[in-house]
């Protein structure tokens, strides 16, 4: 086993090791179930655990011989072999099955003795078979033997899901794994082996295999993850990453792999022209898109990340069709293509509303997974969370499910919690049409405002129809410079300067208040009291707001676009050690003024002000339909009292 500053490397000769041992127990071995209930079989039936079978074994001296296990085991080799009882040798694919099974169990015994190498349960379970383990450690003993039985099951059934995801068909439904035993390892791997026997007891077709087989893998690591979030003792574990080279496998804590797969980004890339308005939503993508590149795999750190003016989360909204979906194509596109050219791995993805799950605990376990993937250091990674006013609840909303509730406890403490490391190696992006709808605490975790407002000027209007006219047509462009009022630098200024003074009625009556008591805003003293005067004005404008307030300040000061060619010729930039990154950008850095104070304090502000006013008329909305309702009820209720 061996260790780098952000995985651990399960060896395989550790791994081979462990075969013998796990094919002796699919062969056969002894359980009496204690939690689940055996499933009725025929009385053809010679056990719980196997069919009538008709294989001849051969007994020539020096051939391996099936074990001696007694008959009323449970015998997950013949279990399985079994199912094509026409043909006396196994198929391709039963031995597949079998295969990946020995080696998903290895796996996880090779995990489990990490675990407890890691943690000193070896040394414990020295003492304890030596009779010297001291008596106020046995409390200590026994948690550390079941957290390394959720460590074990959890990393073989995840090794599983990985290692038999191309022997995937038709789903299946195995229902609930209920013999999950966490006493000690060797008899979770007895459970659980005992827990698939029963599932492939129904199996009839050959096909039927894989599926079965990995519904059963989903069902283990659900019921695990459930029961390890109320055991203690697995921080070690899930603070730290295993690597197991040879299948290409990342296991990281309750986190299922399968997921985290980099799977080919299938996604209709839109070019920076393409995006028509949105002048400052698309010059900060575009901006994004580079800095993410400058990601130092080696140090594990972005010098952006470090200097100031990374964006780590950001919040676009817009009214439907303003173009938030097209801006999310055409940064991810950019992202695409620059790891392409760079070799950088990439990894996209987005968390819809589908990932909302009935089952307690499953929504938070899908966020979970969600903000894992992104985060992996050893990717560039952009995570979307679109409609996040449907995906994650407020809180003390009677009218959000209890998923939703999670998503929202996941991502909150994911953004800015304790725990949260940003090495800027990947953003995440939360869009809505009705950011009002979204939790307070949770958007204001949103670093920076991205307005999604479309277009918005005639030559904007004009720029969208030709673009999606296309060019099969003989309509003459006229009197028209076509995508120049997309040209980014004179149009992001433009929009910028327009923040010189606050776009939202309700914080234009704060700015006139205070330039009328103290002047104009040209100290940082007197910047304080109109922040000051918004709070005032609305309480939810806490010391968060001032945060990402001055994070956008800095990024501002980082208002300059990496050229062109860093990104085309890797060596000038991108393959330059940390250092010298780090140095390269510093000289590109712009000193911070008091425009630029002003304008992100009112962009900022006015975003707040626009969702609290639109939260604000929702609810007096509804106030009124309920009131209206209520009177109707009463009119209903005389009516029929006088009847």
Known sequence: MSQTADQIELKEDVIQ???????ALLEGFDHTPRLAKPKERSSTERSSGIGTRRRFRSTTPGLVTRSTARPDGV?????????????????????????????????????????????????????????????????????????????????????????????????????????????????????????????????????????NVLAFAEQVMDGVALRAASLSGLDAFRNQTYRV?????????FTPARATKSAPLTMQFKKPHEV??????????????????????????????????????????????????????????????????????????????DQIDSYQGKS????????????????????????????????????????????????????????TVVRGNCTFGMFSNYPENVDDALRQRAGARFLVDGPQSQDDYIDILALLLGKKHDIPLGDHDLFEAQAL??????????????????LRVVWDQTERQIGTLDTTAKLGAYLKAIQE????????????????????????????????????????????????????RRPITVDMVVQEINRYADSEFRYADKSDEVAIENAVRDMGRMEEAKRRYLAGRSE
């Open 75 to 211: 015998h997950l080799v013949d279990r399985v072999e079994g199912v094509n009882s026409d043909d006396p040798l196994p198929s391709v694919k039963e031995a597949r099955v079998l295969r990946t099974l020995r080696r998903a169990l290895a796996i996880g015994d090779a995990l489990a003795e990490a675990y407890a190498d890691q943690t000193g349960l070896t040394a414990m379970k020295a003492q304890n078979l030596q009779g010297a383990l001291p008596q106020n450690h046995q409390v200590a003993f026994s948690e550390a033997l079941t957290a390394q039985s959720a460590v074990g099951l959890y990393g073989f059934a995840n090794a599983l899901s990985v290692l038999a995801a191309d022997l995937a068909g038709d789903a299946a439904d195995v229902g609930a794994v209920d013999e999950l035993l966490f006493d000690n390892w060797p008899l979770a791997r007895q459970g659980v082996l005992w827990a698939l026997d029963q599932i492939l007891a129904d199996v009839a077709a050959e096909a039927d295999l894989g599926p």
């Open 537 to 588: 004005a609305d309480p939810r404008f806490t010391g968060r707001a001032i945060k990402n307030i001055t994070d956008a300040v800095k990024v501002r000061a980082m208002d300059f676009e990496l050229p062109d060619e860093w990104m085309e010729s890797p060596d000038l930039f991108l393959f330059q050690p940390y250092d010298a990154k780090s140095a390269m950008i510093n000289d590109l």
């Open 245 to 253: 080279e040879a299948d290409d496998l990342t296991l990281a804590a």
């Open 364 to 419: 938070g376990q899908n966020a979970k997974a969600f903000i894992k993937n992104i985060l992996d250091p050893s990717v560039i990674g952009f995570g979307t969370i679109d409609d996040i006013d449907q995906i994650a609840g407020k809180r003390g909303d009677k009218q959000s499910s209890a998923g939703q509730q999670e998503v929202t406890a996941v991502f909150m403490e994911a953004f800015a919690g304790a725990n």
């Open 17 to 23: 090791a462990g075969y013998a041992q796990a094919l």
């Open 276 to 353: 028509v308005g949105n002048h400052i939503a698309k010059y900060q993508s575009l901006r994004l898109a580079k800095m993410l590149m400058a990601y130092d795999f080696d140090r594990k750190l972005n010098p952006f990340a470090e200097l100031g003016g990374f964006i780590f989360t950001f919040m676009g909204d817009g009214a439907p069709g303003t173009g938030k979906t097209t801006l999310i194509q055409m940064m991810a596109g950019l992202v695409n293509d620059y790891c392409q050219n760079a070799g950088y791995p990439f990894r996209y993805q987005n968390f819809s509303i």
């Open 489 to 506: 630098q004179r149009a992001v200024a433009a929009s910028f300067e327009k923040h010189g003074r606050p776009q939202e009625e309700g």
